[in-house]
């Protein structure tokens, strides 16, 4: 069983910075695929960010490309968001999670953190 914990949200103005941090525990963190998803208010969750073991592989959600960048330190278990020049449309819980394999659908991935809240005041 996979635990993972979300951290670094907050309120930003438009244009500012944030990274988030997701800690996980349980596992064997370096052969899980972690993603980071967002869900806006009265919005599906979608896609973010996503990074294999090693870092062998990133995808980044075209809205977020140039902006946002994903990390992971398999030495610390510990997969991280850096979000640059951020727009009030990325105002959203965010949320990281875990699987087995490279994927960018939600419903595929069985590990979740409880998310954190990232507003971005305009």
């Known amino acids: 069983q996979v635990r993972l914990e979300e951290s670094g949200g907050g309120l930003v103005q438009a244009g500012g910075s944030l990274r988030l941090a997701c800690a996980a525990s349980?596992?064997?963190?370096?052969?899980?695929?972690m993603g980071w998803f967002r869900q806006a208010q009265g919005n599906e969750r979608e896609f973010v960010a996503a990074?294999?073991?090693?870092?062998?592989?990133?995808n980044v959600a075209d809205s977020a490309k140039g902006r946002f960048t994903i990390s992971r330190d398999d030495a610390k278990s510990t997969v991280y968001l850096q979000m640059n020049n951020l727009k009030p449309e990325d105002t959203a819980v965010y949320y990281c999670?875990?699987?087995?394999?490279?994927?960018?659908?939600?419903?595929?991935?069985?590990?979740w953190g409880q998310g954190t809240q990232v507003t971005v005041s305009s």
């Open positions: 349980g596992g064997t963190f370096r052969s899980y695929v």
């Open positions: 999670a875990a699987r087995g394999g490279f994927a960018v659908r939600p419903n595929l991935y069985p590990y």
């Open positions: 990074i294999s073991g090693e870092s062998t592989i990133t």
